[in-house]
Nanobody, 115 residues
Framework: QVQLVESGGGLVQPGESLRLSCAAS????????MGWYRQAPGKQRELVAT???????TYADSVKGRFTISRDIAKNMVYLQMNSLKPDDMAVYYC?????????WGQGTQVTISS
């Protein structure tokens, strides 16, 4: 099992940046895959970015070149650096982990984009 706690959401203007953090309750080097998903009102939850235990990353096309997923193994943390934020990026962002075939989710953190 693993518990995930997100932080770092908030209110920003278009074009600004935010860094989201996900704290895991166990060593992330043991976790097959960790990632960030988001869900906007009235829409399905969608993939934003993932990082595997080997460090391989994937990104949704909509965030490529603007968002960067990274990790700090020593701190059991996964981050999502979000630059050049757009109104379409507004959503609740969730951290996800896959451990032994089971998916775990954090509680989410709200990102609001408004001028």
């Amino acid at each position: 099992q693993v518990q995930l706690v997100e932080s770092g959401g908030g209110l920003v203007q278009p074009g600004e940046s935010l860094r989201l953090s996900c704290a895991a309750s166990r060593g992330i080097f043991t976790i097959y895959s960790m990632g960030w998903y988001r869900q906007a009102p009235g829409k399905q939850r969608e993939l934003v970015a993932t990082i595997t235990s080997s460090g391989s990353t994937t990104y949704a096309d909509s965030v490529k070149g603007r968002f960067t997923i990274s990790r700090d193994i020593a701190k059991n943390m996964v981050y999502l650096q979000m630059n050049s934020l757009k109104p379409d990026d507004m959503a609740v962002y969730y951290c996800r982990a896959i451990v032994s075939g089971t998916i775990y989710w954090g509680q989410g953190t709200q990102v609001t984009i408004s001028s």
